[in-house]
């Protein structure tokens, strides 16, 4: 009870930000609710003293004051539900909103909800269930309950007998909802489930279209997919007739108080305890408490299922973020781009990915981080980037934690690059353009020059996902775009993966000419990248070790048949024809015109 709680306070809170719209949509449509009461008493009327009092002129008052009433009652109507319906698209894409930016704060390691199908379910399916909630739900549900103890309330004064007995089946009727709503409940959230595993198949699917064809497995793609769409119409099939059972036999039985009434009523008329006029009255308050009832328990129904939605929501809003984001900081200067990582400790799932790390990089310093796939590269570039905060240990910048500054300012001066790029739908200027809004064309221009993309024109129209762009140009793209921004620190998480090695030489020299004195660390298992920076660094199941203790270690091949030095760490000075001397290999910096020469004698 108390998660259920819970739950309606976290997804009513949407519609309820703006309040005030809501009560003057509530009470406007509970007006004209209550105006509709009227018209069975002046039917009462129209019959004793019009029809059987033969009075033509009061009838035509009468009919014209109902269509009055029915004409205020619908406005009253058509306004609050216009009301509810600006105030449901305001809460919907407020959740959306809040949902979206909960998604960015989480890594996708960190709750199964963050990723694909699953993620996308919560922001169009689940999210658009608040509308429903916003036009009906628990307000609704108030008023319904309320114009319906009204209706009673004035049947009772009209004949307490036939009244009490003719509500007696309703009492049954409501029982029973609530009952198969309550086992029913459990039935939807799997439903929701299914719902969100055909999805997420479905988005994999296509995503991944070009593996499935290669492979000719798209029988098994299909097959899959229907297996799932199969799952989920069984459960939606037998949560339908489950309720559709019930549903027949409780209306039914919701039927009874009509003819109960009529039999009761006309008994009473005949004994000359009611007149004509007040059977007719109670028969048409009867009938509008059976109606009244029904939306009673459909929104009943909702606020059930408005739990199973809001609990799916909460596995997103209540999953701990990568990120903590503190109130009182500082604007990032641009620092030297020394930087430092200590005992830092990262944990993802239980499973603790970065082990008490110690890391310290120069101003101006390039560092080849290498290591095995899982070994950690990739959560220590997202460290030193603040793209996630450490559950122990500290980054620092020119000596000062970067969680004193502002995420705003640290992205300005440090950038982390994925390995793929992300690319969308639009102009190659757009696209360079996003990691920097209100950057002149110029200044886009000559990003996209430093980058190597001369022989793309900036108004050229890029596909969603880069399906027209080679791998090559997929990551210059991405290197445009730091370079726009023009960081102290350049991060890159293996940026020559999947290149060929004409093009990843190419790019690394471009890497190389476009540092100006950056600070630089690249993830990557590419043993050619070796030869373009200054130090090697290596992690293994999340701990730095000697670069020569890694088996099969990039550097030992960084110039195929090189020497190596005492370490058997191999660092290019651009003359590649003698050993190296003096010192750990490992951490011996080379000079600027060594890196220079490495880059275009071996590039």
């Known amino acids: 009870m108390k998660e259920s709680l819970h739950a309606l306070r976290f997804i009513y809170g949407y519609p309820l930000r703006y309040r005030g719209a809501m009560i003057v949509a509530t009470v406007t449509m509970l007006a004209g609710l209550l105006s509709t009461i009227v018209i069975p008493l002046i039917i009462r009327v129209a019959i004793d003293a019009g029809v059987l009092g033969g009075d033509p002129g009061l009838l035509l008052g009468i009919a014209l004051g109902i269509l009055a009433i029915g004409a205020i009652s619908a406005a009253l109507l058509h306004l609050g539900k216009q009301l509810r319906f600006n105030v449901a698209s305001r809460a ?107 999805l997420s198949g479905v988005g994999e699917s296509l995503s991944n279209i070009g593996v499935v064809k290669s492979f000719g497995r798209e029988d098994a793609a299909s097959g899959r997919l229907q297996k799932i769409n199969e799952e989920l119409s069984a459960r939606r ?8 059972r019930w549903e027949a036999v ?136 603040r793209l996630r905060d450490t559950q122990a240990g ?14 705003e ?37 000559d990003a996209a020059h430093a980058a190597g993309l001369n022989d793309l024109p900036l108004d050229r129209v890029l596909a969603a996902d880069a399906v027209d762009l080679s791998a090559g140009e997929r990551q210059r793209v991405g290197l445009a775009r730091a370079l726009l921004v023009d960081p102290a620190v350049l991060l890159l998480d293996n940026p020559t993966a999947n290149l060929d090695a004409e093009t990843e030489a190419e790019l690394l020299d471009t890497i190389v000419r476009v540092r100006r004195g950056r600070t630089l660390v690249i993830a990557t298992q590419q043993p050619a990248v070796t030869r373009y920076v200054d130090r090697v660094v290596a992690i293994e199941n999340g701990a730095l070790v000697a670069p020569e203790s890694l088996v099969g270690d990039a550097t030992d091949t960084a110039t195929g048949d090189g020497p190596t030095g005492t370490t058997g760490t191999t660092v290019s000075t651009g003359d590649t024809t003698g050993p190296t001397t003096g010192g750990d290999a490992a951490d011996r910096p080379l000079t600027p015109a060594g890196v220079q020469e490495g880059a275009q004698g071996n590039g």
């Open 250 to 385: 409780l209306n039914v039985v919701g039927a009874l108080p009509t003819p109960i009434a009529l039999w009761l009523g006309g008994t009473a008329v005949v004994a000359g305890q009611i007149t004509v006029g007040s059977l007719v009255a109670l028969t048409a308050l009867i009938m509008m408490v059976q109606m009244s009832m029904h939306m009673v328990t459909m929104h009943a129904n909702g606020i059930f299922r408005s739990v199973v939605v809001a609990q799916r929501l909460l596995r997103i809003v209540d999953a701990r973020p990568v990120l903590t984001v503190e109130p009182r900081t500082r604007s990032m200067p641009a620092p030297d781009g020394a930087l430092s990582a200590t005992g830092v400790v990262v944990e993802i799932g239980g499973r603790r990915v970065l082990d008490d790390v110690d890391l310290t990089v120069r101003a101006g310093e390039a560092v080849a981080l290498i290591g095995p796939t899982g070994g950690g590269k990739t959560t220590l570039l997202h460290v030193l980037a």
């Open 237 to 244: 099939g037998s949560m339908k007739t489950t309720y559709s």
């Open 92 to 198: 919907v894409n407020d959740l959306r909103h809040d949902l979206f930016r909960t998604l960015l704060r989480l890594g996708p390691a960190d709750t199964a909800e963050a990723s694909g199908g699953r993620a996308l379910t919560r922001l169009v399916s689940d999210a658009v269930f608040v509308r429903g909630l916003t036009n009906g739900g628990i307000l609704e549900l108030l008023n319904q309950i309320l114009v319906t103890s009204v209706m009673y309330l004035v049947a009772l004064l009209i004949d307490v007998r036939t009244t009490l007995v003719a509500s007696l089946p309703l009492v049954i009727v409501i029982i029973g909802n609530l009952t198969v709503q309550g086992r029913l409940s459990r039935v939807f959230g799997e439903v929701k489930g299914q719902f969100t595993n055909l």
């Open 394 to 407: 500290v980054v620092a910048y020119d000596g000062v934690d970067v969680r004193d500054y502002d995420l």
């Open 409 to 445: 300012s640290v992205r300005r001066q440090v950038v982390c690059l994925p390995q793929r790029q992300w690319i969308f739908e639009g102009t190659l200027a757009d696209n360079i353009g996003f990691a920097r809004p209100g950057a002149t064309t110029r200044q886009i221009a």
